[in-house]
Nanobody
Framework: QLQLVESGGGLVQPGGSLRLSCVASGFTLDDYVIGWFRQAQGKEREGVSCISKRGLNLYYIDSVSGRFTISRDNAKNTAYLQMDRLKPEDTGVYYC???????????????????WGQGTQVTVSS
């Protein structure tokens, strides 16, 4: 069965940190561009950060640049999103996704993927 499973979400105070993980099973992650997307209540899903197959090209949406760091460990079939200095506007459901064709930039901007995880809730609140 082909799937992506996210973990690491939760409730955190403003200024805090969380690290999301995304584990792939049933396929080899290094054949895919990986992205993290989020969807706040009542809003459309947006691309937060995406990383190319070898990790050489990265994309960040402006609102998280300098605070979030995307990475991947192809040997572990896992991708990560380190989120620091979190803000209330970062609240939402975070999804991991994988696409075989395209770039990190195109994946995040077009919100396109072959596979999606089930999502993990991130809530930033005092």
């Amino acid at each position: 069965q082909l799937q992506l499973v996210e973990s690491g979400g939760g409730l955190v105070q403003p200024g805090g940190s969380l690290r999301l993980s995304c584990v792939a099973s049933g396929f080899t992650l290094d054949d895919y561009v990986i992205g993290w997307f989020r969807q706040a209540q009542g809003k459309e899903r947006e691309g937060v950060s995406c990383i190319s197959k070898r990790g050489l090209n990265l994309y960040y949406i402006d609102s998280v640049s300098g605070r979030f760091t995307i990475s991947r460990d192809n040997a572990k079939n896992t991708a990560y999103l380190q989120m620091d200095r979190l803000k209330p506007e970062d609240t939402g459901v975070y999804y991991c996704a994988a696409v075989q064709l395209g770039t990190a930039h195109s994946m995040c901007r077009q919100v396109t993927a072959n596979y999606w995880g089930q999502g993990t809730q991130v809530t930033v609140s005092s």
